[in-house]
């Protein structure tokens, strides 16, 4: 039983190249969230999903795109990326999003050049 | 924007000691959560506490939620040096099925 999990650990991008980060989980949690965390800023949600096929924006949605095509995976996309996009990226999921912890994956660390 | 906001931003003490933590937020909540972030790693899930609840125990940690003062606080009672992480609060608030995470305290226990 892995939990959550991240794909890749690291990455280093050009400015205006393009990516996509995978999360995928095992728990058959409904909702999947991702968020960025940043130097003295704390974790801002980015795009969640409250099943299969659903996606909504979050606090900081700008410059990303999601898709939850499955519900164990759920994509984050950079079309161009750009510096202010350099971040930690986290992945979580929980079962049902009222009242429930949720679990995360242990990070990506995205440097954008 | 709606944000728990702990206090204070860095604690240092020594193993054996307890460690306080104190979260405030701003709207009323459905319920408050308590995570550890060890360096490099993810977020872990700590305690979940209601909003008509008053305090929760979980092995050395409590946690106490006075929704009249809008706070929590999370305490650790004879620290390990293992302890040593970041400790967030996040909240639950309305219908969005969303938390909102505060910046963290950074709890040092030096053996």
């Known amino acids: 039983n892995a939990g959550v999990t991240q794909t890749p650990k690291f990455r280093v991008l050009k400015t205006g190249q393009s990516m996509t980060l995978l999360c995928a989980q095992d728990?058959?949690?409904?909702?999947m969230y991702w968020y960025r965390q940043d130097p003295g800023m704390g974790l801002r949600l980015i795009h969640y999903?409250?099943?299969?096929?659903?996606?909504a924006k979050g606090e900081v949605p700008d410059g990303y795109n999601v898709s939850r095509l499955k519900k164990q995976n759920f994509l984050l996309g950079l079309e161009s990326a750009a510096p202010s996009q350099t971040s930690v990226y986290f992945c979580?999921?929980?079962?049902?999003?009222?009242?429930?912890?949720?679990?995360f994956g242990d990070g990506t660390r995205l440097s954008i050049l | 924007s709606q944000q728990g906001e702990e206090d204070p931003q860095a604690l240092s003490i020594q193993e054996g000691e307890n460690a306080t933590m104190n979260c405030s937020y701003k709207?009323?909540?459905?319920?408050l959560q308590w995570y550890r972030q060890n360096s490099g790693r993810g977020l872990v899930h700590l305690i979940l506490?209601?909003?008509?609840?008053r305090e929760k125990h979980s092995g050395r940690l409590r946690v106490t939620l006075d929704t009249s003062k809008k706070s929590s606080s999370l305490l650790i009672t004879a620290s390990r040096a293992a302890d040593t992480a970041s400790y967030f609060c996040?909240?639950?608030?309305?219908?969005?099925?969303?938390?909102?995470f505060g910046k963290g305290t950074l709890l040092t226990v030096n053996p």
């Open positions: 999903s409250v099943g299969e096929g659903t996606t």
């Open positions: 506490i209601r909003s008509n609840e």
């Open positions: 979580a999921s929980s079962p049902t999003g009222f009242i429930q912890p949720q679990h």
């Open positions: 996040a909240t639950e608030y309305g219908s969005n099925y969303k938390l909102t």
């Open positions: 728990m058959n949690h409904e909702y």
């Open positions: 709207t009323s909540i459905n319920n």
